[in-house]
């Protein structure tokens, strides 16, 4: 399997328990629904993963798990978010060791680095694991602002191939980025494919949305290879406000995962702390948009067996 990582990789939810604790069953469940709607790889420990909410024992079985429903079909891409080089080190090497095809990292954010630091940072991480190293450009929410050529300048390093656009505006970021990426440097869209297709016009070679729509998002990209833009376009727009909804800060999770059980795709929306449920007024406005999308309920058979 190659390493590679292109096309639509949707970042898996992790599915919990009512009481908190993993629910590994929806969560094969969500796998299999990702690889059956078209998927071209699949990411755990991403933002929209509650990684940060994860323990160390978490993430083993979450990798164990995605692993063995993915054999090997598509690259599993791993998130890092740690918050120093020694512990993004150990993060790193444990997904791996645990069959991760590639890492998605975070710069270190709680203490600011500068930009020499942050080519040591992804210097180190791509010398030490000898993976394939995705750099999450996310600004907005770890407050490491990174421009173009610091962006370039890493790619240049052994073991850093791709970049995940997150800061905005992604589609004029991306356009850059690709004008300056070096050789074999490859550039992806984030931000929940709200600029999916301005991203994919700019140069972008992915994207990496939440995963609750993965089979439509396959539709409006087919439309958009083979070349049917109006067709693409009004697939694209009827999904906005669900994704627009999916984005809102303190909310996105709890979007998510409702979405999710709606679907039949996990048996709870519960989120871990500092999570939160949907306060009833956004959950009305959810219903509301899920009420004019229909979407089908793909995974209700599955979760009515037990899962597998």
Known sequence: ??????????????????????????????????????????????????GFALTAQDREAILREVTAVVAGAVPVVAGVGATSLATALEQAGQALTRGASALMVLPPFLAKPSPGQLVEFYGALGEATGGSLMVQDAAATTGVPMPVPLLAELGGLPGVDSVKIESSPTPTKCAAMVAAAPGGFDVLGGQNALFLLDELAAGSVGTMPACEFTDLLRVVLDDAAAGHDERAQAGFERLLPLIRYGMQPGLAWAVHKEVLVERGLIASATVRLPAAALPRSAAAGLRRILARLALPPVGARQLAGGGA
Do not use: C, I, K, Y
């Not at 639509?8 to 469940?29: E, H, I, K, N, Y």
């Open 1 to 50: 399997m190659s390493n590679v990582v292109r096309g639509l990789v949707p970042v898996l939810a992790t599915p919990f328990q009512p009481d908190g604790a993993l629910d590994l069953p929806s969560l094969r469940t969500l796998t299999e629904f990702q690889l059956d709607a078209g998927a071209e790889g699949v990411a755990v420990f991403g933002m929209a993963s509650e």
